[in-house]
């Protein structure tokens, strides 16, 4: 095992268990926006994409990172768009419009 | 390190911390708007810092540059203009179309590497880097297709009750073996992107198999699942690519994906090995399916607006059959109308109402409706032995009391207690069947009247009948 690996490991791991600490308390009520919000999360693999298309030279390769992009990019952008319409619609009673 | 990698890597950090506390203002309806916002800026950062990265090292061909750009413009457009228009009751199967959208770019990162990597075959690679690429593309081969075949049957393209034939267990089984054997093989060296496209096909017959012969009414377990693996899926390909803020949001979104999950299975009392074998829930409600044998009691609609005004308090329990009927804002309005009376009125949600953990929350919320006034399961069950009236509307399975003894279909699912109150009305189309498939025990009870309708015509006359006589 590399050290690179190991670190990688280490944060995966760590990253786990942040992420149940803190869905753990997340109240029922707002449970199809946290899916919604993980899901635009997971759209971090646009980054991924990214770095790939850094080293693609060839035709078919171009048609992975064009579909990859296309996929990703929906993701991220509908993920956090949709997930903000529909917290925006979580008013107390006291605030209106 | 130079002082440029030193400074992407903080800055991805930031990203990450973004990400984390993002996450963490969304315990709380008041903060989760920013949460989200803040999860987006960091999401940004991170795509930016990506790309100096890439500016910097030169690495990308002008031709790689006009394609990646191509494709982002594409997905981002397209993503836009699905999630400005969708409407919110057709939340579950955009939210799964998205997902089946980063389950594949998972996958196409791990297929795209190899393919880069072809002079160096998988047998030269360490181990670390070969079990990853296999699982990447096992978990979001699995999650393209099974999201799709989700959202599909949560829209309603294809069949809500379980597809199958007598081959589909072995076959099913068979796929699994070939899969394991797959990545076991691919971990040892053993063939290269060949191989790995094989197991990325193995893998989309899988995810559709497995999820065409779950029942509807599993669908919210499905759901999570399913975000769960691409989270893991996405934390994979962060291996590969060795992108740290790629491992943390992937593992983020597993984790949130695997407690979504726990939950879900838990709201209807089945373990998660039950629901992946499927074949639960009838599907879609057929409204010609006679159910109780008539021993039922209806009430007017003015005699129901009636006792709803001169309550003192109002339990509305929804179901997926309000959302079915669009009756959101009907709803909110009568809940409106008889607070205006002075009536005490709450919702009792239960976990797994609509097709998606807290769907029927987002629609309330959309009508408009303080979230001050709804409660969970336990909150409302304490609720309902000092409640006058409770209106359900277009729930079934979830309160019926069967589920207190054992024997039957929905034993031991925790439900809303709703025949412990005074009196209960229950707003549905006919005596069909819930997604269980049996008799609820409540419409016998000498306490529930019923109301046969559609949920939106019926509350809108309720609403018409209490400005009418109150």
Aim: with cysteine; net charge neutral.
């Amino acid at each position: 095992m590399t050290p690179l690996l190991l670190a990688d490991i280490t944060v995966f791991v760590l990253s786990l268990l942040v992420g149940l600490e803190v869905i753990t308390k997340v109240p029922a009520t707002l449970h199809t926006p946290l899916m919604s919000g993980a899901n635009a999360i997971h759209g971090a693999v646009v980054v991924g994409v990214m770095l790939l298309a850094g080293a693609m030279g060839t035709g078919l390769g171009y048609l992975v990172v064009f579909v990859a992009a296309a996929l990703a990019a929906t993701n991220v952008v509908g993920g956090y768009v949709v997930t903000d319409r529909m917290l925006q619609m979580f008013r107390s009673r006291g605030g209106k419009k | 390190m130079s002082n440029f990698d030193t400074s992407t890597h903080l800055l991805y950090l930031a990203a990450a911390v973004c990400f984390v506390l993002g996450l963490h203002l969304m315990t709380s309806p008041l903060t989760a708007r920013r949460g989200n916002l803040l999860s987006g800026a960091g999401m940004a950062l991170a795509v930016v810092v990506t790309m100096a990265i890439l500016a910097r090292d030169g690495a990308i061909s002008s031709v790689g540059l006009v394609v990646l750009v191509g494709g982002l413009t594409v997905g981002g457009g397209a993503g836009l203009l699905a999630a400005r228009r969708v409407a919110m009751t057709s939340m579950p199967q955009l939210i799964s179309l998205f997902n089946a959208a980063g389950g594949g770019a998972a996958a196409l990162i791990a297929l795209g590497d190899t393919l880069e990597r072809g002079a160096l075959p998988l047998a030269r690679q360490p181990v670390s880097t070969s079990l990853t690429l296999a699982l990447d593309v096992l978990l979001g081969s699995v999650t393209l297709s099974g999201s799709l075949v989700a959202a599909g049957k949560l829209a309603g393209v294809l069949p809500g009750r379980p597809v199958y034939s007598r081959v589909n267990r072995p076959l099913t089984v068979l796929l699994v073996v070939l899969s394991l054997a797959g990545v076991s093989s691919l971990t040892a060296g053993e063939g290269g992107t060949t191989m790995l496209c094989v197991l990325a096909l193995i893998a989309v017959a899988l995810g559709v198999l497995v999820t065409l012969r779950i029942g509807g009414a599993d669908m919210p377990v499905v759901i999570s699942l399913l975000n769960a693996c691409t989270g893991t899926a996405v934390a994979m390909a962060g291996f590969v690519l060795h992108s740290t803020p790629l491992i943390i949001a992937g593992a983020l979104v597993g984790a949130a994906g695997t407690i979504l999950t726990t939950l879900m299975a838990e709201a209807m009392n089945r373990s998660l090995i039950s629901v992946l074998a499927g074949g639960f829930g009838t599907g879609d409600n057929d409204p010609t399916l006679s159910g109780a044998d008539g021993s039922y009691r209806t009430v007017e609609v003015d005699d129901a607006a009636l006792q709803l005004a001169y309550a003192s308090k109002v339990v509305i329990v929804p179901g997926y059959g309000l959302a079915a009927a669009q009756a959101q804002h009907e709803v909110v309005a009568l809940a409106r109308a008889l607070t205006e009376q002075g009536v005490e009125v709450t919702y009792a949600i239960h976990p797994v109402a609509g097709r998606m953990p807290g769907h029927m929350n987002v629609l309330l919320a959309e009508a408009d409706a303080p979230y001050e006034q709804m409660r969970d399961l336990e909150e409302a069950n304490a609720e309902f032995p000092t409640t006058d009236v409770v209106l359900v509307v277009g729930a079934n399975d979830v309160t019926n009391p069967a589920a207190r003894r054992p024997g039957n279909a929905v034993s031991g699912m925790p439900i809303l207690d709703v025949d412990r109150a005074r009196s209960v009305m229950v707003i549905k189309r006919s005596m069909g069947h819930g997604y269980a498939g049996m008799d609820n025990d409540l419409y016998a009870d000498p306490v529930t009247a019923m109301l046969f309708g559609d949920a939106k015509q019926m509350l809108t006359r309720l609403v018409a009948a209490l400005r009418a006589y109150v």
